[in-house]
């Protein structure tokens, strides 16, 4: 069975960092592309950044490029978002979410997504 586990978000000060995990299991991580989503109050659930197969990475958002990165340990069946630089617009639900083929920001080309974890940037 396919799954997602979402781990690591928490309130953290602007400028602070976070690191996410995205644990997956029932399928090979090396076959996969996996992205970051997220979704804050209000709004609708938006791509931020992406790691494929072959290594390559996609940022969907400008915002985040430069603060935001993206890796993947295949040995752990583990993807992490590393976010430094975090400011109070980057509070928002977090989801990973998996697809068998290239990575695309449209939440419609993915099977598989985690439970989500929340990340809040106050002081």
């Known amino acids: 069975q396919v799954q997602l586990v979402d781990s690591g978000g928490g309130l953290v000060q602007p400028g602070g960092s976070l690191k996410l995990s995205c644990a997956a299991s029932g399928f090979r991580l090396d076959t996969s592309a996996i992205a970051w989503f997220r979704q804050a109050p209000g709004k609708e659930r938006e791509g931020v950044i992406c790691n494929n197969m072959w290594y390559a990475t996609y940022w969907y958002l400008d915002a985040v490029k430069g603060r935001f990165t993206i890796f993947r340990d295949n040995d752990k069946n583990t993807v992490y978002l590393h976010m430094n630089s975090l400011k109070p617009e980057d509070t928002a639900i977090y989801y990973c979410?998996?697809?068998?083929?290239?990575?695309?920001?449209?939440?419609?080309?993915?099977?598989?997504w985690g439970q989500g974890t929340q990340v809040t940037v106050s002081s």
């Open positions: 979410a998996r697809t068998n083929k290239n990575c695309k920001s449209s939440t419609a080309e993915y099977d598989n």
